[in-house]
């Protein structure tokens, strides 16, 4: 996709959290949660172990005018918790679509917190999305339940490479559409 220069990244409220664009001082939470373990095998692209100063490199590149997609932490310092639980991206597809991803600090798991997330964010529709994908490793029904209960459709089955794993793993993709 041809890059372009974007707005700034909305800020999203939701119950608990505040969904904002990451800043400088997101880095230090975000290399000790990345490097778990846990958290990287959920992921395609985060490898372990997490490298010093890629956190600072992903928050820089997040700031970038012409960034290929956004990043939001997920903030709820606001209601006497962490300012980064866990990270939510949106990725620009062609013919408005996006696709959407998350991950949460393994203490926050089973919260709730990726599922309001992942609402507040479909609500928002920052990028104008008339549809948006995801996939989830089949080994993370967690996030296969977010995903479903936050009205996404399964359609299939596919294969995605997990830098962590170092292998090919099966993944679930799902749809969701948004009347945008």
């Given at each position: ?73 997920m903030d709820g310092a606001a209601h006497g918790l ?99």
């Amino acid at each position: 996709m041809k890059l372009e220069t974007l707005k700034p990244q909305p800020m999203v409220a939701t119950e608990r959290l505040n969904l904002r664009p990451l800043r400088r001082s997101d880095a230090g939470p975000i290399a000790l949660y990345a490097g778990d373990l846990r958290v990287a095998r959920g992921t395609r692209s985060i490898p372990h172990p997490y490298p010093p100063g890629a956190a600072e490199g992903l928050v820089d590149r997040a700031g970038l005018p012409t960034r290929s997609d956004d990043i939001w932490a997920m903030d709820g310092a606001a209601h006497g918790l962490g300012e980064v639980l866990g990270l939510i991206h949106l990725v620009r597809l062609d013919r408005r679509q996006s696709e959407i991803s998350y991950w949460v600090a393994p203490a926050f798991w089973n919260t709730g917190l990726a599922s309001e997330a992942v609402r507040g964010i479909i609500a928002a529709n920052p990028h104008g999305a008339a549809q948006i994908f995801a996939e989830v490793f089949q080994d993370n029904t967690g996030s296969a339940r977010v995903l479903t209960n936050c009205g996404f459709e399964y359609l299939g089955d596919a294969e995605a490479h997990s830098v962590a794993r170092g292998a090919t793993v099966p993944t679930w993709t799902y749809s969701l559409k948004t009347g945008a």
